[in-house]
Nanobody
Framework: VHLVESGGGLVQPGGSLRLSCAAS????????MGWYRQAPGSEREYVAH???????NQGEPVKGRFTISGDIGKNTVYLQMSRLKPEDTAVYYC???????????????WGQGTQVTVSS
């Protein structure tokens, strides 16, 4: 399973960015897609996820500012980030929980990450 993120970049505090993530490969079924982030010197932190049933959740630091959406059937997820703060600066990683055609086990796959920098 290959995940490709896009949409990262440099933005001023208070600004917005939209991240996209597309999964491809020998995918049989996806149950969940979402985002984590990791700032320098910090552990990877949960951001948000959405399930194949349409349920979604966000981590406390981003609630009310970030919105996750997507079309799990098309293996795509988005993260709309608004009112960005300098502390949102991190590498944002897309992940998916999926079953592939040649492995019935439900596994988690990660993208390479996209840098988001919030600075004036």
């Amino acid at each position: 399973v290959h995940l490709v993120e896009s949409g990262g970049g440099l933005v001023q505090p208070g600004g917005s960015l939209r991240l996209s993530c597309a999964a491809s490969g020998n995918i049989s079924r996806i149950t969940m897609m979402g985002w984590y982030r990791q700032a320098p010197g910090s552990e990877r932190e949960y951001v948000a996820h959405i399930t194949s049933l349409g349920d979604s959740n966000q981590g406390e630091p981003v609630k009310g500012r970030f919105t996750i959406s997507g079309d799990i059937g098309k293996n795509t997820v988005y993260l709309q980030m608004s009112r960005l703060k300098p502390e949102d600066t991190a590498v944002y990683y897309c992940y998916t929980e999926a079953v592939t055609m040649n492995n019935p086990e439900l596994l988690i796959y990660w993208g390479q990450g996209t840098q988001v920098t919030v600075s004036s």
